[in-house]
């Protein structure tokens, strides 16, 4: 899900870094359900299955879930959050409330003494019980006009230090089985095939590709043709893929779908794309140049559902007014089929196909 509390403001860039890598891997299984991709998290004596987010920063359990025990401390620190793309066909947003309690956590064998975790005290349903969140740092960890103010802590950076993880980074492979892991550490070869991209990201806030100028961004690409440039932000836990309404709209019609438009209470408009079964999928995909390999979401992956007589078939692309162009969330019916591996230290995003 897209964290859309903080407003994030960057500029196009170019640039690249390495660096060499070192410290063992800590394998997560992960598992999918709903469009989301779940994984174990302790806190204290209690056990939660949380919801990989490669789109928020925090930790947070949800409401009525999180119980206090001698471990825990208090804070009075939290933060106001709405996500986009909160529901499995990606249209719901979500609005959470909630407190920071500093307790004992663990994740990936690793455990952490004193983590700050969001315990929601008032808010939307979610799916499992909450959140673990995997972006880069929040640009804004607190207000100093706002003492009650607290973005939370990164996990992942965490674990980096604790383990000697360095550089720090986790790559997620996601099958299209409904299986997957977390993996800390570098990407491991022995487990893709082909090339592997790499891009260059922002530093803070949201897996965001960086360009130089608009010709050398990504590009949305149908049937083996460019379609329009696109500013790529990187989120598993987005279930599906989602771009600005009015493109999206023109993209569904030229392939023939059917379009299924709303408007909800809040003024949020969305649009669906709708076809005989019968029929051969549209392929949508991405490239980035200067590459014009283009990188397509799988084809079991690009069905959001099926009507009961298995006739009518919803393309896995949905356009929304909360999306403004060149803004795109690539969800995770991208992430199926691929090793994505996020470098927290020199900023970059790469990838490549599962073997």
């Known amino acids: 899900m897209f964290q859309l509390a903080v407003p994030i403001i960057y500029t196009l860039l170019w640039s690249r870094a390495v660096g060499a890598a070192s410290g063992p891997p800590n394998i997560v299984p992960l598992h999918l359900d709903a469009g989301f ?20 920063f925090a930790v947070i359990i949800g409401e009525g879930k999180y119980k206090p025990n001698p471990t825990s ?22 609005t959470e409330v909630f407190f920071f309690v500093k307790d004992d956590a663990t994740f990936a064998g690793v455990a952490l003494n004193d983590f700050l975790v969001g315990n929601i005290t008032d808010g939307d349903p979610l799916g499992g019980d909450g ?13 100093p006009n706002d003492p009650t103010f607290l973005a939370g802590q990164s996990l992942a950076q965490a674990i980096c230090d604790q383990e000697g993880i360095s550089p720090c ?14 993996v800390f550490g570098p990407l491991d070869e022995t487990k893709i095939t ?7 990201t ?34 598993n836990g987005t279930p599906n893929i989602i771009g600005p309404l009015d493109v999206v709209r023109s993209a569904l019609l030229s392939v023939g779908y059917n379009l299924t438009e709303q408007t909800d209470s809040d003024g949020i408009s969305t649009v669906f794309g709708t076809y005989d079964c019968s029929r051969s999928p549209a392929r949508f995909g991405f490239s980035f140049p200067p ?16 009507t009961a007589d298995g006739k009518t078939c919803t393309a896995n692309i949905l356009g929304t007014s909360t999306v403004t162009a060149p803004d795109w969330q690539i969800g995770q019916t991208w992430f199926q089929g691929r090793y994505v591996q996020h470098n927290l230290n020199a900023s970059t995003l790469a990838f490549a196909d599962l073997a």
């Open 194 to 200: 082909g090339n592997i991209t790499t891009l260059p």
């Open 291 to 306: 590459s014009t390999e283009v990188h397509y979401i799988d084809e079991g992956a690009n069905v959001l559902n099926r």
């Open 131 to 143: 959140i673990v969140g995997f972006s880069p740092p929040a640009s804004m960890i607190i207000d």
């Open 73 to 94: 401390q208090q804070t009075n620190q939290g933060e106001f959050i709405q996500f986009n793309g909160a529901s499995e066909d990606g249209v719901q947003m979500a």
């Open 169 to 182: 980074e986790f790559g997620l492979t996601l099958k299209t089985d409904g299986t997957g892991s977390l």
């Open 202 to 235: 922002l530093s803070h806030d949201a897996w965001i590709a960086l360009n130089q100028t608009e010709t050398d961004s990504a590009l949305l690409v149908i049937d083996g043709e460019p379609v329009t440039h696109l500013i790529p932000i990187f989120d």
């Open 37 to 56: 991709w779940y994984g174990s998290f302790a806190v204290g004596p209690q056990d939660f299955s949380l919801a990989i987010d490669t789109g928020s």
